[in-house]
């Protein structure tokens, strides 16, 4: 079983920055594509960034230039880097291990419960 926990939200200021975190049990942390989405309030939930197994990222268009994806198999855990945060990034961002490299949600095997990120203007 794989289990999957967010940290590192918070109550930020435009343009500031976050790095949230995802603490991955089990031993096949390395075997998966892991991935972060994002959903806002009354949206859909929506893809902010990939990384391969070998670390290759794939970011949404609106994260390329501002957001980092990393993984650390040696510790099982994903970051998500956030730098030059807007309003419109206010959302619950949530961890998830893939079946496979689509970026859609109905691909995620396993899921966080989310970590809320809220940026004022």
């Known amino acids: 079983q794989v289990q999957v926990e967010e940290s590192g939200g918070g109550y930020v200021q435009a343009g500031e920055s976050l790095r949230l975190s995802c603490a991955v049990s089990g031993s096949l942390f390395s075997r998966y594509y892991m991935a972060w989405f994002r959903q806002p309030i009354g949206k859909e939930r929506e893809a902010v960034a990939g990384i391969s197994l070998n670390g290759l990222p794939t970011y949404a268009t609106y994260a390329a230039g501002r957001f980092t994806i990393a993984r650390d198999d040696a510790k099982n855990i994903l970051y998500l880097q956030m730098s030059g945060l807007r309003p419109e990034d206010t959302a619950m961002y949530f961890c998830?291990?893939?079946?496979?490299?689509?970026?859609?949600?109905?691909?995620?095997?396993?899921w966080g419960l989310g970590t809320q990120v809220t940026v004022s203007s």
């Open positions: 998830a291990a893939m079946r496979r490299s689509q970026l859609v949600p109905r691909e995620a095997q396993f």
